[in-house]
T-cell receptor, first 113, second 116 residues
Framework: DQQVKQNSPSLSVQEGRISILNCDYT??????FLWYKKYPAEGPTFLIS?????DKNEDGRFTVFLNKSAKHLSLHIVPSQPGDSAVYFC????????????FGEGTQLTVNP | NAGVMQNPRHLVRRRGQEARLRCSPM?????VYWYRQLPEEGLKFMVY????????ESGMPKERFSAEFPKEGPSILRIQQVVRGDSAAYFC??????????????FGDGTRLSIL
């Protein structure tokens, strides 16, 4: 039962353009969502998070949007840079489950110079 | 390095041997989480520990796997009688408290376990 899904295994964009990574979830108990970036042979690095009481959170070039009715969130990166090339994981947490994170399968972002 | 430290980075074991993976959380963090990543998949939660306590082990296989976080020293994930299917990357994360808001989990670089 995949409760967090990232339907695009890969995404390729040009440097300077916007990257939009999508994530869908099925568990309505999730109330906290996070995005992590991962380079090969390294651990995930926290990027940005959003609580279910908000619909947008922005941090520099990164913005996360949450649509609770659609159970959908997205990460926007603008402008995209070659150094952003990595695997991006969406993760979710439910208050009733304590602190365990449920991850999506990841999307490989490639930003071409 | 004040980050989450995992060792070894790579571990090779033969079927039937034991694997021990170690994790030292970030300074000031008292909560540790273990996740497993199989090839081409996302990370899957295994266990959540505080010092001397297992808080949530709902993601741990019922047999051969155990975890501890003693009062002194690193957290240990132990896999007994390893099988080929245990080959994966094992990641440890830590946080200062169990609550999630504004306290994201910080991850180590993982241990890549290969079973021959």
């Amino acid at each position: 039962d995949q409760q967090v899904k990232q339907n695009s295994p890969s995404l390729s964009v040009q440097e300077g353009r916007i990257s939009i990574l999508n994530c869908d979830y099925t568990n309505s108990m999730f109330d906290y969502f996070l995005w992590y970036k991962k380079y090969p042979a390294e651990g995930p690095t926290f990027l940005i998070s959003i609580s279910s009481i908000k619909d947008k959170n922005e941090d520099g070039r990164f913005t996360v949007f949450l649509n609770k009715s659609a159970k959908h969130l997205s990460l926007h990166i603008v402008p995209s840079q070659p150094g952003d090339s990595a695997v991006y994981f969406c993760a979710a947490s439910a208050g009733t489950s304590g602190s365990r994170l449920t991850f999506g399968e990841g999307t490989q972002l490639t930003v071409n110079p | 390095n004040a980050g989450v430290m995992q060792n070894p980075r790579h571990l090779v074991r033969r079927r039937g041997q034991e694997a021990r993976l170690r994790c030292s959380p970030m300074k000031g963090h008292s909560h540790v989480y273990w996740y497993r990543q199989l090839p081409e998949e996302g990370l899957k939660f295994m266990v959540y520990l505080q010092k001397e306590n297992i808080i949530d082990e709902s993601g741990m296989p019922k047999e051969r796997f155990s975890a501890e976080f003693p009062k002194e020293g690193p957290s240990i994930l132990r896999i007994q009688q390893v099988v080929r299917g245990d080959s994966a990357a094992y990641f440890c994360a830590s946080s200062p408290v169990g609550a999630r808001l504004d306290q994201p989990q910080h991850f180590g670089d993982g241990t890549r376990l290969s079973i021959l």
